[in-house]
Each structure stands twice: as structure tokens, then as C-alpha cells.
């Protein structure tokens, strides 16, 4: 469950905003900074990284290891006000058969919404979410499906939880079609 200060500031799903990269840019800094040389790579994934997609104003970064080693990553995270999200399904995600071991982390209370999902590099939920990125950024059509699909959601979601949860299906539907792009183009992580 979100946080209750990010209960708070409600659930509304808007047309993107240009200055969405550049939130990214300094959130970005100052993960990489707080985590130094665990972070691998370092992602601007989800919506709000797909230019003209209407989204949660909410950046998702991905930060990519080769070691999760929780210990070490939760304290970087702690040292910056960062907080661990404790649910299972922030900790672990099935993806093509396979458990992947992840941590995903809200900002501090008074700092602007934001998830950072730590994976390992390797994996395939790593992979997963690049090329969902990836795909609408190349696909205006599903791109502008996909946008028009998450506002009328938000109309009947009650909660950012239950919107989560009922998007899941849909975003699984929308994987297929992405894998048979990067399959059709040889797409592979950048």
C-alpha cells in the first residue's frame, strides 16, 4: 500500500508534461550519488518517460545492480529520506516464469511522487520495463491507447492502489504486443 502521505495527494492520471525528463534528471543525480557504484545503470521508465503519454505525475526510475544486495541498497537509500516499500510485490515480481528479487522505494513525505524499483541488471523484469518504454515510445497508436485506457481508469479507480491493481491485467496484454515489436525489429536493452 502507498504511503499514507502519498494517499494523500490522490489519484489523477493527466497529458504529459515536458518537464517530466527533467524531474527525472534530478532525481536521477541524486540516486546515482547516494548509491554510487552499485547503481549499474540508471532508468527513466514508465509513462512519464514516454514523451506525449498521459500519465500519474510520478516518476518511475529503474536502477539497475549487479549485486541486490538489500543491506547495502537500503541504507544508501535511508542516508537520501528514501523509504523501503515493504509489500511482497515490491520486493519480489514474477516475470516469464521467474521470481526476480527487487526493492522499490518512496521519496521522503515532502518531496514529489516518485518510485525508484532497484533489479538486478540481468533480469528479466529489468528487461521488461525498458522495453514497455521503449515500445510506446515508437508506437504513437498504442501510445495514445494506452494514455486514453489509463485516464478513463482513474475515473473509476477509487484508490492509487486498486488502479495499480486493475492495470495489471491490461499492461500484461500490452507486454505481448511490445515483444512481438522487439522481436519484429531485433530490439534488445540498451
Known sequence: MPFPD?????LAVVPY????????VALAGSVTAALGPLAVAVDHIG????????????????VRV??????????????????????????AENTAGRT??????????????????VRHTASEAARRNLLFRDFLRANAAACDA?????????????????YGQAKAGPTEILMIAAES??????????
Do not use: M
Open 6 to 10: 502519498e494517499l494523500a495527494r490522490g
Open 17 to 24: 508534461n515536458p518537464r517530466w525528463p527533467d524531474a527525472f
Open 47 to 62: 509513462s512519464t518517460a514516454v514523451p506525449g503519454l498521459a500519465a500519474k505525475d510520478c516518476i518511475d526510475i529503474q
Open 66 to 91: 549487479t549485486d541486490l544486495d538489500e543491506d547495502s541498497i537500503v541504507c544508501c537509500f535511508e542516508r537520501i529520506g528514501f523509504r523501503a516499500r515493504p509489500e511482497p510485490w515490491n520486493r
Open 100 to 117: 526476480w528479487a527487487k526493492l522499490v522505494f518512496a521519496p521522503p513525505a515532502s518531496e514529489r511522487a516518485s518510485n525508484i524499483h
Open 146 to 162: 494506452w494514455g486514453d485506457f489509463k485516464q478513463r481508469l482513474a475515473l473509476f479507480a477509487p484508490d492509487i492502489y486498486r
Open 181 to 190: 515489436w522487439a522481436s519484429d525489429i531485433g530490439w534488445t536493452v540498451p
